[in-house]
């Protein structure tokens, strides 16, 4: 009966062999070929190339997924202390922007932080501008009275004409982007594992003297962190490999490792075989990453998201 | 969690929600803007909407995402509750590492699937043709010998990257059944087909519904994969719209996303309704 | 089996693979209605990004409009089949100026489409200066409001060119001395990015003041935002043509050709013409353009304008085609590219 | 003992429109073991959560040493709680889990400073390895929560209550997942550890015998509603009403009609009793334990009955007899064949009456709602006609 | 009654290396109630689904009416169950839970044909309110599951089972979830039920006397191995090991010496007895009930001791007495003060003899882990130092 019933997943078995591992097999053996064809480890010797790229794709991935946790968690908190009927609703209310394209989403984001965008146009109209002005000018001259006087040299040269705060193509504007479109999916792990919590171990913890802080720190943020580690692991990993969201909103000036691969497989530099090392050297580096996360918080098949 | 929350928190919550949804409303509010700018109102119109009906290619994209979410969703929470009732009742020595295969799709970037399915089907491709090839020679068969990457193709990379989600949110559905209730069905005299049909499905929809919900969402949100699956001929709302960010967006596409908010708040809210409804009726039942 | 999506036997079809904004859509849905066969059009990027789809085994166009430099590293590959000229009796309407160029000397794949300059966009508003040189393209003078292209054939192009150096060079100290000058000016926050498509939205909101594109989306530009203005450098510039060809596996050759065969046709020329801006090799048309422009829009062509969108013989005579590269020199191409980006 | 530490006054308490406290008054002495017990769902654990500080009360006040903590939050109140369903941290080890209590820094006021005080990691080691020793858990300290068998979470929460030293502790079922073994084992322990360690314990149960075995004074809760209060040998022996009677022990309650002071009158037939200054024929409930009824020759008896059914109990025999259409419950350690007719007889003592009350009728039988019960219900006794089968029988 | 019905025919039944069932073998006869008794994990589930055909023995035969069944799946045996925790299913209201097995389709092979029989939708609900009227929930069904209390529950579980009208119905512990007075109302319900429509009851439970008060037939089982069948009275007066006397009820298991047939030596002191047919001298377990002590006047007893410790327990005390060091139990409806000194008698059929067995000394307190139980084993036990001693008391 157990045996049978296990039977089910075999046709899935199948398609997982046939389109997750034939095709990553794939990605490793593109990756240690040449153009030719034949067997290279040239690929990855061009790695420490773009060496530089991993570094500055997983700051801002670390960066992002820092964020999303610090707005997320709370968030996913609160929820779960809302009555019923928002209950009933979170989960869609969460998911709902995700109907609306990602790539619109992100566009209208460029609306809104370009030098001309509304942001802009709306602190041009309260004078946020010009204070910002005014403060770089009394900076300037004090950084100058500062560099008189002790003989420093302090940067006096802030830009006291701003027309704009400049906002877009910046990595800022990046890692705002990743924010946005990734938080959901730190939201809603953390939500429903804190949902599922038992209401007597708080209890508990608050009988045994704790005091509300404590007991988030010592019951309710440990029990959660089945929830904590698959919103990392789902906000860290597209926003290591996002393309779209630089291309969008950083201006294309700072590549990214997604940037990186697009270029190779469709992007202005064909070469398959160096995207397939690209990618490879990604997956693993993330994988690790997940696993020594997933070691330390204990994590092991948690994988939670509803 | 029956704490209320306080006035701050709520506050907080608020902007998270404004942030998550202000961009939203933009779009929105743009869609409705008599001129192509994006950042200036110049008066109210509905020409983008009569526009947008108009435009075969958005329309046909429309279709396009419409058809593969569907299809992929559907096939994709058959697939992965079968899948998830399958792994529950494997050994764990099978389980662990099937489960953790599943999880490639979605611990792996998104762009390294899409790359790795496009390389995958081309190299099938040319094996097809191929063998096409040399059926056709020695058969006098005339299969074709040239395949390309199309609807089929993405409908395959939708379903891989949505059936892990679905098995992710139905496992756990059934690691919180009772054991026994498979064995009662049994005992009551239902085969193993009749308990399954009667017993567990019935117990796990809330994780297969919720799983269908991920599904769809991931479908019609990505662009990505769908990106390099979908060739040439093909078009999913997300490709369109990346050709026009790399252009200009028609508010033509404001007005789709804003169809496509509109229809899913008023599914939500009847959804809503109908549920308030049958938990007072229960409540009512139960007193 | 898995085939691609539509083109089963009965139905006749025809994939084109075009740029954005490049084609009236009418011509499409006219061609069409006069032969039934239905047209798949899509864009593509840039003419790298269109190589890439086509050699990752992406893409079944039968039709694309790649440029000349491309165009020969494409015949170099034997990617491009031979037309059949029988098929394309509007090919006799080409002006021989555009016949038999270097990519394709013996004219044996391509029937060109448009061609034009690249030149310097900029607004009115903020750049005051008169622009005669490519010097404004790494000016810190715009800092944080030039936007650089994002091609590594044009940008590398617009570099060698500011250098004085030839844009087909092969010498590797000029072309990395290229590259250093555009490192150099992005590291010094020049660039506010690097675009292609996207600069149209920017130019004509006013985000972005100068760039370096082509003269028909100059024109496109400018009916929207009638501050730009363009430049073509006096030291010279690109010219270019974008020809159309059919891939060498096309599923639908016959299609192809009767595709290539109406868009070339003088009707078709002027039409198109009138809404991408770009100027048509058809000479019939190109010299009724300007009667015809008269007619449509009820007002004569600004001569100005015209010059932008035709350049007259004397700048294109200062202007370089791009040839193909060798292999190396690619590859050296491509390596800078990326490295640019780190 | 004498000194009062917790007063529940007046207390009241409503969820939505439903009473779940009403008006409960109860104070609980220091070094007390006192048990709340009552059927599912009367309120034990409602009344626990107010002691406890989870839940304050809608009207009343809570007193502790003689001064009002309604308001006080429950980590700052000396009282720990043993929780219905352990409520263990699964995320903790047994040892952490223990020490979770101890390594929450004290604030302590002594004089006008106010000092954090925390205990040293050996402080804390020591205390409890102590704990896990009166729990006969020695060597259980690494183990994880999942690991453990019922009764060992059980230990593990009660250690875990325990090693805080409380004044009061708080104890919710605890022992309504063990089995019936281990549940005797467990009320020694207990026992033990509240006389040893001379804590006030508030214990919640349902089980009568646990609550008679266990507690220094017992009460018996119903809807809300505390029905008594007393020792367990008072509740026992003089319930105050039928539904007391009834849930403390198998009883057997009839109707009755006091005659005189120490006479009461059952089936028309005169009883001596030792209860007295009721109303002179007020009609009466009249309870007779099982085991207070003894089998006698037919000849011998004060009523005659005939036995239909034996079930043999271990310690004893469960007899049901028939009397006159009712059915009483015996029992007894001699064994009686089914069908036999028996007499029997009843000691004063072995008789209590008491005033009619909202419960009376609604009990009366080993069982509340077999068929049985139903019988007995439906049976519309008529005394006349009683009489003249009796008569007619003495013929 | 004298039909066997089933047959467990030395049943083997192992987990990867862990010996679950170790050699079984157990008659069912038709119309009996059987019960199966034993401590947690001792592998009375087990059993049970053998049985039901939850799963197969690893070696050995199950019968059924005298063909085995081995491969029978559990849809086509003539067998229903009420599971240990219910298992009911949460997404269907009463009704629909005990109609589910009525609206299967049941394949009947008459003759050469197979036809698939159906019930009408009248007949199912006749037969559910039927069952619903048997288990007293009239009215109950359109509630949901989560909206019964756990009696209920288990009321609706035994209706679901019995609804299909089986041959035999398995019960693992349906009385475990439910209070003390609950359970005992539900244990007469059940034996109504089972001689009313005359079904073969198979019964798990670890409570000694629901098996004694409710069986036609015991099994006691331990550690996989059954270790004594037979009626309720045998196993509770003729245990046959000590596991078995001290499980079966609260016993005082004392080494002994047997002098002679009926005589057994104890602590010195020779006792009368009716075991016979042991070796002279040989060392053997006796079994004493505490309720088979009676307390007599100190010069009067066989035995004298000192009052330790007085539980009041409702119908009797439990009274420990300390005999030379040795803790025993006594249960008696008399009071006496701690620190009183008393003597004993005990009447001959009050003792049972038994021979050792495996698990002597490990029983015979009344607590398996109090320290008052440690004290006992550690005790070491001097019969010198005792005589000394009792010769100087004689003194
Ligand atoms: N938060 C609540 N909202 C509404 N009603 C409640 C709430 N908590 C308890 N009740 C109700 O209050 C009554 C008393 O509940 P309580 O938990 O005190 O019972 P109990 O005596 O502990 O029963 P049990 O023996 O089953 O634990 C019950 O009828 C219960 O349904
Ligand atoms: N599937 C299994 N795999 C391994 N061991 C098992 C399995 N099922 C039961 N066991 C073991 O078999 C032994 C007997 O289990 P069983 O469930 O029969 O006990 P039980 O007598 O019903 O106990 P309880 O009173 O606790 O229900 C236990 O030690 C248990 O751990
Ligand atoms: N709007 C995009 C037009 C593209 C024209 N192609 C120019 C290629 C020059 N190398
Ligand atoms: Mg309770
Ligand atoms: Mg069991």
Redesign the interface.
């Known amino acids: ?13 199948v ?2 062999a046939l ?6 097999f ?2 490793v053996i ?1 990756a240690f070929s040449s153009a030719g064809g034949g067997f290279t480890l040239d690929n990855f010797a061009k790695m420490s ?2 060496w ?2 991993f570094v500055r794709s997983f700051e801002l991935a670390l960066i992002a997924t820092f964020i999303c946790l610090l ?1 997320g968690y ?2 996913a908190y ?5 009555g ?2 928002f209950q ?2 979170a ?15 992100t ?6 932080l ?5 942001l802009n ?1 709306f602190f041009q109209a309260v004078g946020i501008i010009d204070l910002g002005n005014l403060i770089n000018g009394w900076l300037n001259n004090l950084c100058a009275g500062l560099n008189d006087l002790l003989g420093l040299s302090l940067n006096t040269a802030r830009d006291t004409n701003m027309e704009y705060f ?1 906002m ?2 910046t990595s800022g504007a990046v890692v705002l982007g990743m924010v ?1 479109n990734y ?2 999916f730190m939201v809603l792990p953390i939500y429903s594992v ?2 599922k ?5 708080l ?9 509300t802080g ?1 007991v988030f720190r ?2 309710i943020f ?2 959660s ?1 089945p929830g904590v580690l698959s919103g990392i ?2 906000v860290f ?2 926003s ?2 996002t ?2 969201i630089s291309r ?1 909103l ?6 990214l ?7 190779q ?8 075989q160096l ?2 090392a690209i ?1 490879l050297v ?2 693993l580096v ?2 690790i990453c ?1 696993y020594v996360m997933n070691r330390f918080g204990e994590g092991e ?1 948690q ?4 | 969690m029956k704490q209320r929350s306080s006035i701050l928190d709520r506050l907080f919550m608020g902007l998270v929600f404004f942030f998550l949804y202000a961009p939203i409303f933009l779009l929105i509010i743009f869609s409705f803007n008599d001129s192509k700018s994006r950042t200036v109102w110049q008066g109210f119109t509905l020409d983008w909407y009569v526009e947008l009906f108009q435009d075969s290619a958005i329309m046909s994209s429309i279709y396009t995402t419409l058809l593969v979410s569907v299809i992929a969703t559907v096939v994709a929470t058959v697939a992965g509750t079968f899948a998830a009732i399958g792994f529950y009742n494997m050994r764990r020595r099978w389980r662990n590492p099937l489960i953790t295969i599943n999880n490639i799709p979605m611990m792996s970037a998104e762009i390294v699937m899409g790359v790795s399915l496009c390389l995958f089907f081309v190299a099938a491709f040319g094996l097809f043709g191929t063998a096409a090839q040399w059926l056709n020679n020695t058969l006098g068969t005339n299969l074709p010998t040239r395949y390309y990457l199309g609807f089929p193709t993405l409908l395959i990379a939708h379903i891989t990257f949505n059936t892990p989600y679905v098995v992710l949110a139905v496992m756990p559905k059934l690691q919180q059944m009772d054991k026994h209730l498979v064995e009662a069905a049994q005992d009551l005299g239902c085969t193993w087909r009749q308990a399954f049909w009667k017993v567990i499905i019935p117990e796990i929809k809330p994780g297969i519904v919720n799983g269908m919900l991920i599904a769809f969402t991931m479908s019609v949100d990505d662009f990505v994969i769908s990106y390099f699956t979908a060739g040439s001929s093909t078009s999913t709302l997300a490709m369109t719209i990346y050709g026009m960010t790399k252009k200009r967006i028609s508010p033509k596409i404001n007005a789709v996303s804003t169809l496509l908010f509109v229809t899913v708040l008023i599914l939500l809210v009847i959804v809503n309704v109908r549920e308030a409804h049958q938990a007072k009726a229960k409540n009512a039942a139960r007193s | 089996g898995c085939s691609g999506g539509g083109n089963s036997a009965d139905a006749r079809v025809v994939n084109v693979c075009g740029w954005g904004e490049n084609i009236e859509p009418e011509l499409i849905d006219q061609f069409e209605e006069e032969t039934g066969i239905k047209v798949n059009y899509q864009t593509a990027e840039s003419n790298e990004a269109m190589y890439a789809l086509i050699k990752n085994g992406g893409a079944n166009y039968d039709v694309i409009v790649p440029s000349d430099y491309m165009i020969s590293q494409m015949i170099e590959e034997d990617m491009l089949a031979e037309l059949n000229f029988d098929n394309i009796p509007n090919f006799s309407l080409v002006d021989d100026r555009f016949k038999n160029l270097s990519y394709d000397p013996e004219n044996k794949y391509t029937v060109p489409y448009t061609w034009g300059t690249l030149g310097i966009i900029y607004n009115s508003d903020v750049v005051k200066e008169d622009v005669t040189s490519w010097d404004i393209m790494f000016d810190p003078a715009y800092a944080g409001q030039t936007a650089m292209i994002n091609n590594p054939r044009d940008a590398l192009g617009i570099a060698l060119m500011k250098l004085g150096y030839s844009i087909n060079t092969t010498d590797e100290n000029e072309i990395r001395e290229a590259y250093q000058l555009i490192a150099d000016a992005k590291n010094n926050g020049v660039y506010q990015g690097f675009f292609m498509d996207e600069i149209y939205d920017k130019m004509e909101g006013g985000e972005t003041s100068v760039c370096t594109y082509y003269a028909g989306d100059y024109l496109v530009m400018y009916e929207n935002n009638p501050s730009l203005r363009w430049a073509v450098p006096e030291n010279g510039s690109n010219w270019f043509v974008d020809a159309m060809c059919v891939l060498k596996d096309a599923e639908h050759k016959e299609e192809a050709e009767a595709w290539i065969n109406f868009i070339t046709s003088t009707e078709a020329s002027l039409a198109n013409m009138d809404f991408i801006w770009y100027s048509t090799p058809n000479k019939e048309a190109l010299e009724q353009y300007p009667a015809y422009y008269e007619e449509q829009n009820g007002e004569p062509l600004d001569p100005a304008l015209y010059e932008v969108m035709a350049a007259p013989q004397e700048i294109l005579d200062k202007c370089e085609s791009y040839l193909g590269l060798p292999e190396e020199t690619r590859t050296l191409y491509n390596d800078l590219w990326n490295e640019l980006g780190i | 003992m004498a000194k009062e530490l917790i007063r529940l006054s007046d207390c009241f308490v409503q969820f939505d429109d439903d009473i779940i406290l009403d008006h409960i008054n109860l104070y609980i002495n220091d070094k007390e073991f006192l048990t709340l017990l009552g059927p599912s769902g009367c309120g034990k654990t409602t009344t626990l959560r107010l002691i406890g500080g989870f839940l304050k009360p809608t009207s009343g006040e809570v007193l502790f040493d003689g001064a009002k903590i309604n308001d006080v939050p429950p980590h700052k109140r000396a009282v720990n709680t043993v929780f219905q369903k352990y409520a263990l941290f699964p995320h903790l080890n047994v040892f952490e889990n223990i020490a979770f209590g101890l390594r929450i820094p004290k604030t302590e006021s002594d004089g006008k400073k106010q000092r954090k005080i925390k205990l040293s990691e050996e402080e804390i080691q020591r205390r409890v390895m102590e704990m896990l020793e009166v729990v006969n858990l020695k060597g259980f300290e690494k183990r994880s929560i999942a690991s453990l068998s019922g009764g060992q979470q059980q230990r593990v929460s009660i250690a875990r209550a325990l090693v805080n030293q409380p004044k009061v502790l708080l104890l919710d079922e605890p022992l309504g997942a063990l089995d019936l073994r281990l549940r005797k084992d467990m009320q020694n322990e207990l026992k033990r550890i509240q006389q040893q360690m001379g804590i006030t314990f508030i214990y919640v149960t349902h089980d009568q015998e646990e609550a008679l075995a266990m507690s220094d004074t017992v009460v018996v809760m119903d809807g809300g509603k505390i029905q008594q209060i007393g020792t367990p040998e008072d509740i026992y022996n003089e319930p105050k009403n039928a539904f007391v009677a009834d849930f403390i022990g198998e009883s057997n309650i009839i109707d009755g009609i006091m005659r005189a002071d120490g006479v009461v009158e059952i089936f028309n037939r005169k009883f001596q009793c030792l209860d007295k200054g009721f109303a002179k024929d007020e009609p009466v409930d009249v309870v007779i334990r099982p085991e207070d009824i003894d089998i006698v020759p037919e000849s011998e008896g004060q009523l005659r009955g005939t036995v239909t059914n034996v079930t043999f109990k271990g310690v004893h025999y469960d007899i049901i007899v028939d009397f006159y259409g009712f059915k009483w419950l015996i029992q007894t350690t001699d064994f009686c064949p089914v069908g036999a007719v028996i007499g029997i007889k009843i000691d004063p003592d072995g008789i209590h009456v008491m005033k009619k009350s909202q419960y009376s009728g609604m009990f009366g039988d080993y069982s509340s709602y077999s068929e049985e019960y139903e019988e007995i219900s439906d049976a519309d006794y008529d005394p006349d006609a009683e009489e003249e089968q009796e008569e007619g029988d003495e013929e």
Do not use: C
């Open positions: 009966m157990k045996n049978r019933l296990s039977l089910l997943a075999g046709p899935y078995v398609w997982m389109f997750v591992v034939a095709p990553i794939l990605v593109y190339t773009y530089v790229v707005i709370p968030l609160i929820m779960a202390k809302e019923p009927g009933r609703i989960m869609v209310l969460i998911m709902l922007p995700m109907w609306m394209n990602f790539l619109l989403r566009y209208a984001w460029m609306s809104i370009e030098n001309t965008g509304l146009q400049k877009i193509n946005y938080l959901p804190i949902m919590l038992d209401h007597s171990l209890e508990a913890a608050r009988d045994l003297g704790a005091s404590r010592k019951v440990p029990l962190l692991t789902m990993v597209p290591v490999s393309f779209a969008l950083g201006g294309g000036n700072e590549l490792l997604g940037d990186l691969i697009e270029r497989f469709l992007g202005s530099a064909y070469n398959a995207g397939s990618s990604m997956m993330v994988l997940m098949e994988a939670v998201m509803l």
